[in-house]
């Protein structure tokens, strides 16, 4: 299928390591934050949410950051694997806003 | 259970033409949203549903598109005289909530105008 994302930002790493993408938020009004994963051919995929009243919230191998004095986003992957292999966005939304407001994406490459 | 279910995956259409492009969300979610990806950029934001009702169609370019949701669940995006711009992948996605939760996306459909 076709990639998503050819001149995207692209962040490399080895399996095992972990990784960190960023993300700068436009709104300083945002209150709701999600990373989102997406491989070629397919939609976005949740990966995990955070709202503002908070600054860090952990998943399963997933950290996200929020700095909203920096309007800052980061999503951080634990011992990376070959399947993180992907083009992750941070989307964010306001309010009773109905929209999600998508950045430019950065694409994760895993190398063995 | 079963995602979000978009059809059909791929359209070639000509220019000038009109496409309809289909949608079924998760059962059980009240919130529909319409997004296009053009290659290389994030999903950006078309219409949203609540139910029945378009709540916000701020996000759809100009009057050749149209979207409905007439029993609150499967939504078809409706195109009417397709030009080249308009080629993209033309993302659905569905949430429990709507507001402020995250929405599930279908695969898309990759809409080819030539």
């Known amino acids: 299928g076709e990639s998503v994302g050819l001149h995207l930002p692209t962040l490399s790493v080895q399996e095992g390591d972990n990784s960190i993408i960023n993300c700068a938020y436009s709104n300083s009004a945002s209150d709701y934050f999600i990373w989102y994963k997406q491989e070629s051919g397919k939609g976005p995929q949740f990966i995990i949410d955070?709202?503002?009243?908070?600054d860090k919230r952990q998943g399963q191998r997933v950290t996200v950051l929020l700095n909203k004095t920096v309007k800052h986003l980061s999503l951080q992957i634990a011992a990376t694997q070959p399947g993180d292999s992907a083009v992750y966005f941070c989307?964010?939304?306001?309010?009773?806003?109905?929209?999600?407001?998508f950045g430019t994406g950065t694409r994760l490459q895993v190398t063995l | 259970g079963a995602g979000v279910s978009q059809t059909p995956s791929n359209k070639v259409t000509e220019k000038g033409k009109y496409v309809e492009l289909r949608c079924d969300p998760i059962s059980g979610h009240t919130a529909l949203y319409w997004y296009r990806q053009s290659l290389g950029q994030g999903p950006e934001f078309l219409i949203y549903?609540?139910?029945?009702?378009?709540?916000?169609d701020s996000g759809l370019p100009n009057d050749r598109f149209f979207a409905v949701r007439p029993e609150g669940s499967v939504s078809t995006l409706k195109i009417q005289r397709t030009e080249r711009g308009d080629s993209a992948v033309y993302l659905c996605?569905?949430?429990?909530?709507?507001?402020?939760?995250?929405?599930?996306f279908g695969n898309g459909t990759r809409l080819t105008v030539t």
């Open positions: 549903f609540q139910g029945t009702g378009a709540a916000d």
């Open positions: 989307a964010e939304t306001f309010g009773t806003a109905s929209k999600l407001t």
């Open positions: 996605a569905s949430s429990h909530k709507g507001l402020n939760s995250p929405l599930h």
């Open positions: 955070i709202r503002s009243n908070m």
